[in-house]
């Protein structure tokens, strides 16, 4: 069975500051890792992906993601937040074995302050 | 090209109602995925079809709920005498195939309210 649990259901930075989104994952066969984002009243938006090649994942908007198997982590950051940045963030696993069946986080709000 | 669409993107029903909610995938793809979002249970699973093998139903969370796929394409998802906690937004994805390789692109949603 597959799980994915993001520690924080809340996350807001200033302007212009990193940001670090935190997932943990737990997997019985090689996972794929994803991290979409969801704007106000917007349909759900891939971010970048992880489907075992390289484990630092560039993706869109200036985000990536490391992915850890000792630690089972999947953390989402970037360097400079802008406010544009401000949604809902999922983190999600999937297995081959499972059809493609996506697992969900529960989501972190990302609040972006001026 | 387009995206995935659903309809309708609002609807409102009476509890002990039917409600169908429809949704066309992108041309092409040959896997489509339901999946729900309540505020209590999160973004959840419920069936997925991946060309004309029998859908996986393991995320269907009572037999109310029912869903077909008709030639391939269009998908309609059945919920049979609703309750209120049947209110949420339902979301479909399709895909090129049912592989962790391929990008599940997501539709905008019906927005399900039970009264």
């Known amino acids: 069975a597959q799980s994915v649990t993001q520690l924080d259901s809340h996350v807001s930075v200033s302007e212009g500051t990193p940001v670090l989104l935190r997932c943990n994952y737990s997997?019985?066969?090689?996972?794929?890792l994803f991290w979409y984002v969801q704007h106000p009243n917007k349909g759900l938006q891939l971010l970048l992906k992880?489907?075992?090649?390289?484990?630092l994942v560039k993706g869109i908007n200036g985000f990536e993601a490391e992915f850890k198997k000792s630690e089972t982590s999947f953390h989402l950051t970037k360097p400079s937040a802008h406010m544009s940045d401000a949604a809902e963030y999922f983190c999600?696993?999937?297995?081959?074995?499972?059809?493609?069946?996506?697992?969900f986080g529960g989501g972190t709000r990302l609040m972006v302050k001026p | 090209g387009a995206g995935v669409s659903q309809s309708p993107s609002n609807k409102v029903t009476e509890k002990g109602k039917d409600v169908e909610l429809r949704c066309d995938p992108i041309?092409?793809?040959?896997?489509l995925y339901w999946y729900r979002q309540s505020l209590g249970q999160g973004l959840e699973f419920l069936i997925y079809?991946?060309?004309?093998?029998?859908?996986?139903k393991s995320g269907l969370p009572s037999d109310r709920f029912s869903a077909e796929r008709t030639g391939g394409s269009v998908s309609t998802l059945t919920i049979q005498r609703t309750q209120q906690e049947d209110s949420a937004v339902y979301l479909c994805?399709?895909?090129?195939?049912?592989?962790?390789?391929?990008?599940?692109?997501f539709g905008p949603g019906t927005r399900l309210t039970v009264t």
């Open positions: 997997s019985s066969y090689s996972p794929s």
């Open positions: 079809f991946q060309g004309n093998s029998a859908p996986d």
């Open positions: 041309s092409g793809h040959t896997a």
């Open positions: 999600v696993v999937s297995e081959s074995n499972a059809g493609n069946m996506l697992t």
């Open positions: 992880y489907t075992s090649a390289a484990t």
């Open positions: 994805a399709s895909s090129r195939a049912a592989v962790t390789s391929y990008e599940q692109y």
